[in-house]
């Protein structure tokens, strides 16, 4: 299994408020529409000095299914919706080894 884990900054137009009702509400729409995810969690920070306002897991079943998910239609939405929303974005490509 493959596990995206995304880091995003809030653009600086919007509230720490704003921003945790968007990843929350309204982003996490464009998730449920991509094809061959698996699983979706947001963790949004706690405070407005985070150094990212939030941490996004996107699970795939490997990398073809990754790339295939952001070619597509859906893809490209969610990308333009989080550069519409996100000042900074990283992203990390993991592979989970061990769970509790």
Do not use: C
């Amino acid at each position: 299994m493959l596990k995206v884990v995304s880091l995003l900054k809030r653009a600086e137009n919007i509230s720490h408020e704003e921003f945790a009702k968007w990843v929350v509400e309204e982003h996490i729409e464009f998730a449920r529409k991509l094809p061959g995810l698996r699983k979706y969690t947001v963790s949004v920070s706690n405070g407005e000095d985070a150094p990212y306002d939030s941490v996004n897991e996107l699970y795939f079943d490997d990398e073809d299914a990754r790339v295939a998910a952001f070619a597509s239609e859906h893809g490209k939405a969610a990308a333009a919706d989080a550069a519409a929303h996100t000042a900074q974005r990283v992203h990390l490509l993991t592979t989970e080894h061990a769970q509790l």
